[in-house]
């Protein structure tokens, strides 16, 4: 923990504890102020990471039940969401197209199609990325693709930390990861956060159709500015790419051909997902359809569990319950519309300026936490905003999870992020540089698609 950490999380200790013993404000309840406190200082140990995520999503709920602020029935109750269930269901169906290299199959495929100069590889790279993205978390997508970067990026003999082109190379497969993560609920696990909290406070789900329709413009304009972007960012490189076209023809050989095992776990993702798009969201709760599909991967025998359990990440699950839970109580406690109040008064606020301001700042704090993290803090408040304002809380849940994971200026921002700053073909100020802009730029890509495009999808 470097000292900016530490500081943080001196300061976030001592507000928490201040709030605590303070007096009553006129207004607030007392279960609301114990909110504040606990979700300032688990805020703080996300931002701060002095403890796993998860152990965070622990301490919460059990916080809320030690303080009384919940009883511990209604705590555990808020941490056992469908969300929870729905990531875990998630996890195990992205684990089965990872294990059976079916991914890497799709992916091989995909960029074969780009092998005519190393820049078109970049923006194939992105686009694989991106799709990935959009049936699979975001995380594993690039995890997939990253081996196949480095490959290519050893065979030209690229420069760390010199090479323009490398640099393109591995922000083009971060950020297509990134900005495809919007298209659907799929690609990342702060949409299982955001869906959880709005079936909690409002009894509302959001179908994979209606989803992918309001993210798709997001993803489209995003795919398109980000070769702009990177390419005003670094300098052009001559690259001779004959080296990489071998690598590519040499993975794609390694993988045979397709097995009965292959077709049955395309068979069970293409029911899942058909199903999520007629009937998920309305007649049947997202998470019961993902848990189907993932006990069909283990009942057609082309699933055990010792090779999907390293990809269920259970820190991340372990904290959406706890921000889930305290995200409940932020609400029923009347806290979060008791701080609007003294914050905004009489103000008016139209609908259009809350929803797009829900999404810019959960995007400015998903920089410096992490996304999960960004939208635990920023949904609460917004729900409560909408409400006052009139703005629609599928719109408010829709805009705060497309924000917060629109973060592109810091290695620690996201995993993608991470996973291609480990290449150390990186430097922390070329994410500075090319993120920056990226995220103005994104910034108006959002409130575009806010202002014009969803009030014609009816959001």
């Known amino acids: 923990m470097n000292v900016v950490q530490g500081a943080a999380l001196i300061a976030g200790l001592v507000g928490a504890l201040w709030i605590y013993l303070a007096p009553l404000p006129a207004g607030l309840s007392p279960a609301g102020k114990t909110a504040f406190a606990v979700w300032l200082l688990c ?5 701060t990471n002095f403890v796993p995520f998860g152990v965070t999503g622990l301490l919460a709920v059990a916080l809320l039940g030690l303080t009384r602020a919940m009883t511990p029935a209604e705590a555990y109750a808020a941490f056992g969401s469908s969300a929870v269930f729905f990531l875990i269901g998630i996890f195990i169906i992205a684990g089965a197209l990872v294990h059976s290299g079916l991914s890497k199959r799709c992916a091989l495929w995909f960029l074969s199609k780009f092998e005519r100069s190393p820049y078109a590889f970049a923006n194939g790279m992105m686009m694989a990325a991106a799709f990935g993205t959009v049936w699979m978390p975001n995380q594993a997508t690039t995890a997939m693709l ?6 290519v990026a050893l065979a030209l003999r690229l420069r760390p930390t010199e090479s323009n082109y490398a640099k393109t190379l591995f922000l083009s497969l971060a950020w297509g990861a990134l900005i495809g993560a919007n298209a659907s609920f799929l690609g990342s696990s702060r949409a ?5 909290m709005l079936q909690q406070s409002y009894g509302l789900g959001i179908s994979f ?12 304009l995003g795919v398109l500015v980000t070769p702009i972007v990177l390419r005003l960012s670094f300098a052009k490189e001559n690259v001779p790419f004959a080296a990489a076209r071998e690598v590519l023809e040499h993975e794609v050989s390694k993988l045979g051909k397709l097995t009965r095992d292959h077709w049955i776990t395309l068979g069970i ?3 899942t997902i058909g199903s999520w798009i007629v009937v998920g969201g309305r007649q049947i709760d997202l998470a019961v359809i993902a848990l189907l599909g993932a006990v069909l991967l283990f009942a057609a025998g082309v699933l055990k569990w010792e090779n999907v359990e390293r990809h269920i990440h259970w820190n991340i699950v372990l904290m959406y319950g706890g921000a889930i839970a305290l995200g409940v109580l932020i609400d029923k406690s009347g806290a979060a519309k008791w701080l609007l109040d003294a914050t905004l008064g009489d103000t008016h606020i139209s609908p259009l300026i809350a929803v797009a301001g829900a999404g810019v700042v959960a995007l400015l704090l998903s920089e410096f936490m992490s996304n999960a993290a960004a939208v635990a803090a920023v949904l609460p408040l917004a729900f409560t905003l909408g409400d006052r304002v009139g703005a629609s809380p599928i719109a408010m ?16 921002s996201t995993a993608p992020n991470t996973i291609v700053f480990a290449s150390g073909y990186l430097r922390t100020r070329d994410l500075i540089k090319a993120g920056s802009i990226m995220t103005i730029g994104c910034i108006l890509i959002l409130v575009i698609v806010i202002r014009y495009w969803w009030p014609i999808i009816g959001l």
């Open 192 to 196: 299982a956060l955001a869906l959880g």
């Open 397 to 412: 849940c829709l805009a705060t999870s497309f924000g917060a994971g629109l973060d592109f200026m810091f290695p620690i």
């Open 209 to 220: 159709s209606r989803w992918m329709l309001a993210g798709l413009p997001v993803v489209l």
């Open 146 to 151: 990253f081996p196949i970067a480095v490959e």
């Open 43 to 47: 805020t703080t140990l996300w931002i």
């Open 269 to 271: 993702l293409f029911l």
